[in-house]
């Protein structure tokens, strides 16, 4: 593979706290897959044969103990281990791991699960000999309810407002609807070399590639932090600035009060390549153009570019909150056919298993018990009588006789006393629930890691 891959897999998952409490958010089970097995199997079916893992030490030890891990990853991970308490972003993270970046690289977040082709994303950046080729996908409407938040208002997510091309594949502006205090300002420098279509209701999938150049221009500036949240924007805008010898242009001076971060920006980003004359070469004398409706040559003359591939159908997801975790667990497993009941499960003859559930490994599961819609975790309890519909049971959970459980999420290691009734609860890892129980609505979580969900 031409290109390097990097899985970032650090992030500690404060959208999802009550799950990543005792559970790193790259191996919250997903299917009864780890999280972080969904993007290192996307990147070996495509062909890569070695990834750099960006993770922390616990997620190391976890990783070389997990089966699926051991049995299904077959390329070469490089794991570079940063330390958990370190406020370190994603841009700093491409920073830490500079010395091993040799070539363009392919940014991948332990959070997604897609089946998008990747060779979407991939063909954009060489076609064009881009700095940054980056995948988005329409946002969903999560259906289901979530645990805990049953008749609550839903928080409204802030949209990115999204500027593209014509062909809907050149990314000429980005900017969040939290930056946006004094209305959306578009350069003119834009709009007169494009007509700009604006997007909403898009998602960033943290998908990106990006040249070497880039990881070497973070090198020099370290203020820049993250790669969604400062490097891109970042990146996209400066496509339109002609910036030489320390001189700014009007358009920057506008950005100096859009980001007064850029001030301590080395705002020189050299984009070359050791092909660049003969690229440059090439277009000058070819007839082909990027663009209609003036003489311009190729790209205006700009050589640091950005493009978007927008999945318009497909799966992608970024599992980074409670609602998304509940949906992937719910689509992820129809990506790969797989049987829907471990062999090694004893599953007793006089019970029910819905064709749209599954059953992990080592799972014991008693007479008389019914099974829909569901996610049974790996050596799992579930005894008679019991009732378990359109939940996720995580791993080594006890569900002792009687219970009904409903659209719920039960944490690893809990335990549901006899008869007890939950219906859109979520509980923490290793809780106790009593016999006899009745929870509705409710998140059961230890004292030591409550939080607003």
């Known amino acids: 593979m031409e290109l390097q891959a990097v899985l970032m897999a650090a992030g500690g998952g404060s959208r999802m706290m009550d799950l990543t409490y005792n559970t790193p958010k790259p191996m919250l ?27 922390t030490r616990e997620v190391q030890k976890m990783m070389s103990a997990d089966p699926k891990m051991k049995l299904d990853v077959k390329m ?3 794991v570079v281990c940063i330390q958990e308490d370190a406020d370190m972003g994603t841009a700093d993270a491409l ?53 805990g938040q049953k008749g609550k208002k839903k928080t ?15 990314l000429l502006f980005m900017a969040n609807e939290a930056d946006l205090e004094e ?16 997007k909403t ?6 998908l990106y590639c990006l040249k070497k150049s880039v990881v070497d221009f973070l090198t020099d500036n370290k203020s820049i932090s993250s790669i969604r949240g400062e490097l891109v924007p970042y990146l996209v805008r400066k496509q339109f ?24 920006v080395n705002l020189e980003l050299h984009i070359s390549s050791r092909d660049e004359h003969l690229l440059q070469l090439a277009r000058e004398r070819s007839c082909w153009n990027d663009h209609r409706g003036d003489m311009s040559e190729a790209y205006h003359g700009g050589k640091l570019r950005c493009y978007v591939h927008i999945m318009d159908q497909g799966l992608c997801y970024r599992v980074n909150t409670l609602a ?54 790996n050596s799992t309890t579930v005894k008679e009588k019991v009732k378990v519909t359109n939940s996720i049971v995580m791993h080594g959970v006890t569900i002792e006789e009687g219970c009904n459980i409903q659209s719920s999420v039960i944490c690893s290691n809990a335990v549901i006393g006899r008869g007890a009734d939950l219906k859109y609860c979520l509980v923490g890892n290793g809780q106790r629930i009593e016999p006899e129980a009745e929870r509705t609505n409710e998140v059961i979580v230890g004292t030591d890691q409550l939080m607003e969900i």
């Open 241 to 264: 600035s002609k910036t030489t010898d320390g001189q700014k242009t009007k358009d920057d001076a506008e950005d100096q009060n859009q980001k007064k971060k850029d001030g301590s």
């Open 95 to 147: 920073r830490h791991i500079q010395q091993k970046i040799k070539t363009d690289i392919l940014v991948v977040s332990c959070d997604l699960i897609t089946d998008a082709a990747l060779h979407e994303v991939v063909d954009l950046f060489r076609a064009h000999n881009a700095t940054l080729a980056m995948l988005m996908s329409k946002a969903h409407e999560f259906t289901e309810t979530v645990p």
């Open 183 to 198: 209305g959306l300002s578009i350069r003119k420098s834009i709009m007169r070399k494009h007509r700009m279509h604006i």
């Open 29 to 55: 089970p997903v299917g009864n897959k780890p999280l972080l097995w969904y993007p290192l199997n996307l990147l070996e079916r495509v062909g890569f044969e070695e990834v750099i893992v960006i993770t």
């Open 156 to 170: 409204a997510e802030q949209r990115d407002f999204v500027g593209v091309d014509e062909s809907g594949k050149r």
């Open 76 to 78: 070469k991970l490089d």
């Open 201 to 206: 209701g898009l998602v960033d999938a943290h």
């Open 324 to 377: 998304a975790y509940i949906e992937a667990n719910r689509l992820a497993p129809k990506l790969f056919e797989e049987p829907a009941v471990h062999p090694s499960a004893v599953i007793a003859e006089r019970c029910l298993i819905g064709s749209d559930s599954i059953i992990g490994a080592s799972c014991q599961v008693a007479d008389k018990t019914s099974v829909k819609r569901s996610t049974i975790g």
